[in-house]
């Protein structure tokens, strides 16, 4: 569905929002974009935004969540509220 979005252009634009790591998984649109506090995993990228996202403390964390993510299972979330990697 995302997937025909993903070209050169689409992904330039991106880019120019300040999103990085930008992969598709599962045939949906995901990158990591840096917050005020946290860095997001954003899916779901179309011309309009994102669906959703899963925020994490570091840049670190969120590029390893996205590197290993099957785009389904979303991360573990710790008794503190955030979110942690097995």
Known sequence: MYNDLMNSE?????TEEGYTNVRVIDGVI?????FIYTVGVCYGL????????FCFGTQMEAELFLKEWDGKTPPVIGEDGCMAIK
């Open 46 to 53: 179309d011309s309009t935004g994102y669906c959703g996202r």
């Open 30 to 34: 995901c990158a990591t974009l840096r």
């Open 10 to 14: 689409f992904e330039k634009f991106l």
